[in-house]
C-alpha cells in the first residue's frame, strides 16, 4: 500500500474519529447534567458538556487512529 493511501487513512480516521467522538461526548455530557441536576449558575453545566465533548474527542482520534491503521495495514492471509 502507498505512503499517500496510508496518509489519507490516517487523516480520515482522525477527522471522522474526532466528529463520532465529539457527537457521543455531547450527548453523554448532556445525559450527565440532566441525571446530576448539574448547577446553570454562570454556565457550570456549559462547562460541563464542554469537558464531556473534549474527552470524546481525543478519546475518538485515538479510537479512529487505530482503526485507519488496522485498515491500512498490508492483510497477511
Do not use: C, D, K, Q
Not at 448539574?38 to 453545566?45: H, N, P, Q, R
Amino acid at each position: 500500500m502507498s505512503l499517500a493511501r496510508r496518509l489519507a487513512f490516517a487523516v480520515l480516521g482522525l477527522t471522522l474519529g474526532s466528529a463520532g467522538g465529539g457527537v457521543a461526548g455531547l450527548l453523554a455530557g448532556l445525559a450527565y447534567t440532566e441525571i446530576a441536576a448539574t448547577s446553570g449558575f454562570e454556565g457550570y453545566s456549559g462547562f460541563v458538556v464542554a469537558f464531556w465533548m473534549l474527552g470524546g474527542v481525543v478519546i475518538g482520534m485515538i479510537a479512529g487512529l487505530v482503526v485507519a491503521y488496522r485498515m491500512a495495514s498490508p492483510r497477511n492471509h
